[in-house]
């Protein structure tokens, strides 16, 4: 089970920027693809961004799509999320997560897919 620690969260005004980091533990970080969730209250968690173990491709949700950014390094063991002209309906916890699946061919973006979480960091977007 690979250990998961998220930072970066933080309160922001709409049209605002924020980079989250996720630190993962162990040395197959690069085997697995990596996500971004994030639930709100009385939400259900939902998908954000994922992106492929190999780095090569992602997938992003509508509703952030052309807004955040996936990104991850591998020599650092730590996945990125560079959120930009944030809206206030991103306030939420944001929750890193990685794969269950070793060098899964399809990026995945359904929460059962993962098994490893951190612990979320907390977004704000004030109006």
């Known amino acids: 089970q690979v250990q998961l620690v998220e930072s970066g969260g933080g309160l922001v005004q709409a049209g605002g920027s924020l980079r989250l980091s996720c630190a993962a533990s162990?040395?197959?970080?690069?085997?697995?693809?990596m996500g971004w969730f994030r639930q709100a209250p009385g939400k259900e968690r939902e998908f954000v961004a994922t992106?492929?173990?190999?780095?090569?491709?992602?997938n992003y949700a509508d509703s952030v799509k052309g807004r955040f950014t996936i990104s991850r390094d591998n020599a650092k063991n730590t996945v990125y999320l560079q959120m930009n002209s944030l809206k206030p309906e991103d306030t939420a916890v944001y929750y890193c997560?990685?794969?269950?699946?070793?060098?899964?061919?399809?990026?995945?973006?359904?929460?059962?897919?993962?098994?490893?979480w951190g612990q979320g960091t907390q977004v704000t977007v004030s109006s």
């Open positions: 162990g040395r197959t970080f690069n085997s697995y693809a």
């Open positions: 992106i492929k173990w190999s780095g090569s491709s992602t």
């Open positions: 997560a990685a794969d269950r699946i070793f060098h899964r061919v399809a990026v995945p973006t359904q929460t059962a897919d993962f098994g490893s």
